[in-house]
C-alpha cells in the first residue's frame, strides 16, 4: 500500500524539460510570479514551514492517456523540499560534490516521518514514471497562467 507523502518526488519529463514558466516569461515576469508564491506561503516553504532561501516551484499535472502537462500552480520551497522534486538533478550535483545526497534523504525521511525503504520505493516508482513518461512529447498547457505569458514582453 502506498503511503500519503508530504514531500514527493515530481521529475520532469526529459521531452519537457524546457517546457517551463520561467523560460516563456520575462524576467520582470518571472520576478512578481515569484515572489507573489513567497508572499503566498508566508516566506516559508510550502511544505516543511523552514525560512530562509525560498525557491518558487511549478506544479504540474500529468494526463499520461492524452500527454498533456498542466500547470496547476506554485508554491515556495527550500532549498532541501526544492532538491527532492528535482531528485535527479540533485543526484548529479551531488556526484560532483555540490552537495550531499544523503542530507536530501534524510530530509524526505524527516518530513515524511517515514523510513528509508518508503524513500527507496518512492524513488525508484518516481524513476520508473520517469522513465515511461520521457518516452512521450507532452502538450503543454498553461492553464490559468496562460494569460501571463506575452505580457510585458516575453522572450517567445
Ligand atoms: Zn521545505
Same mark, same amino acid.
Given at each position: 500500500?502506498?503511503?500519503?507523502?508530504?514531500?514527493?518526488?515530481?521529475?520532469?519529463?526529459?521531452?519537457? =524539460?524546457?517546457?517551463?514558466?520561467?523560460?516563456?516569461?520575462?524576467?520582470?515576469? =518571472?520576478?512578481?510570479?515569484?515572489?507573489?508564491?513567497?508572499?503566498?506561503?508566508?516566506?516559508?516553504?510550502?511544505?516543511c514551514?523552514?525560512?530562509?532561501?525560498?525557491? /518558487?516551484?511549478?506544479? =504540474?499535472?500529468?494526463?499520461?492517456?492524452k500527454?498533456?502537462?498542466?500547470?496547476?500552480?506554485?508554491?515556495?520551497?527550500c532549498?532541501? /523540499?526544492?532538491?527532492?522534486?528535482?531528485? #535527479?538533478?540533485?543526484?548529479?550535483?551531488?556526484?560532483? #560534490?555540490?552537495?550531499d545526497?544523503?542530507?536530501?534523504?534524510?530530509?524526505?525521511?524527516?518530513?515524511?516521518?517515514?523510513?528509508?525503504?518508503?524513500?527507496?520505493?518512492?524513488?525508484k516508482?518516481?524513476?520508473?514514471? =520517469?522513465?515511461?513518461?520521457?518516452?512521450?512529447?507532452?502538450?503543454?498547457?498553461?492553464?490559468?497562467?496562460?494569460r501571463?505569458?506575452?505580457? #510585458?514582453?516575453?522572450?517567445?
Amino acid at each position: 500500500m502506498v503511503m500519503a507523502l508530504k514531500l514527493t518526488i515530481e521529475l520532469v519529463p526529459s521531452t519537457s =524539460w524546457y517546457n517551463n514558466m520561467r523560460k516563456v516569461l520575462s524576467t520582470q515576469e =518571472w520576478d512578481k510570479v515569484r515572489k507573489k508564491s513567497y508572499e503566498d506561503y508566508n516566506h516559508k516553504c510550502g511544505i516543511c514551514g523552514a525560512s530562509g532561501k525560498l525557491n /518558487c516551484h511549478e506544479i =504540474w499535472e500529468y494526463d499520461d492517456q492524452k500527454h498533456i502537462q498542466k500547470l496547476t500552480g506554485f508554491i515556495a520551497l527550500c532549498d532541501l /523540499c526544492h532538491h527532492v522534486k528535482h531528485i #535527479g538533478l540533485a543526484r548529479i550535483m551531488a556526484d560532483k #560534490g555540490q552537495l550531499d545526497f544523503e542530507s536530501i534523504i534524510k530530509h524526505f525521511m524527516t518530513v515524511n516521518a517515514c523510513t528509508r525503504k518508503v524513500f527507496d520505493e518512492h524513488y525508484k516508482e518516481a524513476f520508473e514514471k =520517469w522513465h515511461d513518461r520521457s518516452r512521450h512529447q507532452w502538450t503543454v498547457d498553461f492553464g490559468d497562467y496562460a494569460r501571463l505569458i506575452n505580457k #510585458g514582453g516575453s522572450k517567445i
